[in-house]
C-alpha cells in the first residue's frame, strides 16, 4: 500500500476546504536541532502547507529558546497552530514542552488537555468545536481504514480483531492501545518495560510473550526506532496479517511483504496530511467554533 | 548537619499550626509498587502525618489503577492532598500521571500548574491563596538557609554565589536551578546530557567542564541515583564548599566531610516535612484561601 497517495486523498479534502475559506490558516513550525530526521520533516511539512494553502512560518530558534517562542505564539493571535520537531532536549523535558502550548493552537494533539480527551473517548471540544487527535495514531487509523479493515460504517470499526504494538510510549503507542482497543480490537501493546493488554480503553497486566502475541495477531503494528529491536519476520506472523511499520527504521523482515498479506512500511506522508488536517481543525474550532 | 533536626523544627510548625485548626487535613498516599526506596518512604510519611496530626490514608493500588485512583481523590471532597510514591511505570507515563492529579490538592507541587508558577517565579495561586513549591527543590532551600548561605533577610537570598548541581530532572535539578539561579546565585546544571548555566532563571549553553565548574563552586549539590557515577572527592572541590547530597546513594566520597566543609549527606527528613508543609498549605489554600 502507498502511503503517499493516501495521503494525498486527505490534502486534498483539506485543500479544498481551505479554498472555501475567506482567509488562510497559519501554522508556525519550530525546528530547533540538526537532527536529519526532523529537518525531513520540516521539509515535508512545508511542502503541505504550500499544498494545501496553509500559511506558515518555519522559525529556527535554539533549544532553550523554544519555551518562550512557544509561549508567545500562544499569545499570537496570528497564528492557528504551533508545531514541533522532536527530539529537541530528549529527555523528559520534551514532554514539559508539549504541555506548553496552548491545547486551541496544538497541532500534534499531544497536550494533556487532548490526551484527557483522547482518553475518555471525548471527541468534543464544547461548543461544536471538535477533539484534536494525535497525529500518527491518527494516520494510522486512515491507513488500516484503507486496509479494510478499520470500518467507520459501524459503531465498533475494529470490533474483534486481535492487534499486536511495539511501542508504548505517550505520543504514539499508548494513545494508539486506546484508541484501537475503545473501537473494538484486543490489542497487545509490547515494550521494553513489558506486554500489556488494552481491552475496550482499559489496561491489564498480562504475560504474553512476543510469539504468542505476534501468531495471533490480525494486524501487527511496530515502532521501535532501536536497532537492537529483532525485527519481525514472515515465519512469527499469520499469513494474512496486516503489517504497519511507523518507525523511521525497518521493523519488520522483507520476507513480510507477501502475496496475502497487506504491508505498509511507513506512515509519515499520511502523518503530515493528519497535520494538516489538525491545522484546519483548529483554525474552524477558533473562527468558526 | 543533621538533617532530622532541621526537619523536626519545621514538623514542629505545622503541628502548632494543625492544633489551632477546627479540623484536620486529609491526605491520600498511594503505594503501587514494591519498591524498597518508595515503602521506606511510605513509611516515613504515614510516621510525619501522625507526628504533625494530618489524617491519612494509605492506600495500595496496582500501577494500571492509580490513574483512575487519583481521579477519584480529585473529586472526593473530604481529600486535601495526593502524593504519589515514585517510579510508578518508571517511564515518560509517570510524568503523565503526575499531571492528573487536581493542582490544588497536588502535595508534592509536580504538576505543570505549579511547575509554571516556579518558572515565572510566581508566588501566589491568586486570591491570598500561596503557591506550593515541589517538596525536596524547598528542601534544599532550607537545608541552605540552615547552613547560613541561602539568606531570607534579603532580596537576593543567595546573590553572588557560585552552585553546581549534578542532576537536572524535571522534578528536582531543573527547578532547583531556576530556583537557585533566580535568588541571585549562578547555577551549573550538569547532566547525562551536559551542562548548562543559569542565571536569573535563564538557562544558557556552556562548555564548562566538570572540574571547571566543581573547582569553582561554593556549593555542590548531588542526586545521581547511579552507581555508574564518578563521586566527588574532595581534591575536586573547594575547602569551604557546601555539599548537599539529595540522591538514595552517595555522590560524595568519605573524605568531603571535612572540618572547614559543611556536609549534608541526605535531605529525606526535610524532604517529608516539606511535604507536611504543602499539606497543610493546600488545605489552607482550600479552605481558607
Redesign the interface.
Known sequence: MDPARIAEQYRREVREEIRLLDRSPKVILFLTTDNADSKTYAQYTRHACEDVGIDYELRRV?R?ELEEAILSANQDDSIHGIFNYWPV?????D??LR?QVDYRKDIEGLC?YW?RKLYDNDRSAGDNKKAILPCTPLAVLKLLTEAGVYRTDIERPIEGKKICIFNR??IVG?PLAMMLSNDGATVYSIDI?GP?KFVDAK???TEISRSEALSSADIVITGVPSPDFESIGSAEIKADAICLNFSSIANFKEDVDSPGRIFIPRVGPVTVAMCMRNSLRLFKNFHYG
Do not use: G, I, V
Open positions: 535554539t532553550l532536549f530528549n529527555n523528559e523535558q514532554a514539559y504541555n494533556l490526551t510510549s505517550e499508548r518495560n500489556l489496561p491489564s497486566e
